[in-house]
């Protein structure tokens, strides 16, 4: 796969084409981005998606998640509260209490990945 191509990809997932020709050089692909594009075409990005659903789900993070919203939702009455007052609640409380477990299983499916596509 040629470094053009990565660069057209970069630009259909970030922002809005360039016209051909005017190519910046100095724009180069971030390793991360290169790895994302690698996950998005193999269909392996999808599948560690999956596999992190299945995780926090059997580990209960779900159900832990879905307590603090009506918790949150209840005390504040339930037309009081907005989708962005949950989410702004949720997240920080959430990242912080994935497990580590779950964690160390994404990350070895990554480097694995990583090491099978040689990059």
Same mark, same amino acid.
């Given at each position: 796969?040629?470094? &053009?191509? @990565? &660069?057209?990809?970069?630009?259909?997932? !970030?922002?809005?084409?360039?016209?051909?020709?005017?190519?910046?050089?100095?724009?180069?692909?971030?390793?991360?981005?290169?790895? !994302?594009?690698?996950? %998005?075409?193999?269909? +392996?990005? /999808? &599948?560690?998606? /999956?596999?992190?659903?299945?995780?926090?789900?059997?580990?209960?993070?779900?159900? /832990?998640?879905?307590?603090?919203?009506?918790?949150?939702? &209840?005390?504040?009455?339930?037309? !009081?509260?907005?989708?962005? +007052?949950?989410?702004?609640? %949720?997240?920080?409380?959430?990242?912080?209490?994935?497990?580590?477990?779950?964690?160390? /299983?994404? @990350?070895?499916?990554?480097?694995?990945?990583?090491?099978?596509?040689? %990059?």
């Amino acid at each position: 796969m040629g470094l &053009k191509f @990565l &660069k057209i990809m970069r630009a259909s997932i !970030n922002r809005p084409p360039t016209p051909d020709g005017d190519e910046d050089p100095q724009q180069e692909l971030t390793l991360q981005e290169i790895i !994302n594009i690698k996950l %998005i075409e193999s269909g +392996e990005k /999808e &599948k560690l998606k /999956e596999l992190l659903r299945e995780r926090l789900i059997e580990c209960g993070w779900r159900d /832990e998640m879905k307590a603090l919203c009506r918790a949150f939702t &209840k005390n504040k009455g339930r037309n !009081n509260v907005t989708v962005d +007052e949950l989410v702004h609640l %949720i997240t920080p409380k959430g990242r912080a209490s994935v497990p580590d477990s779950v964690k160390a /299983e994404l @990350l070895q499916r990554i480097r694995a990945f990583l090491v099978s596509a040689a %990059i």
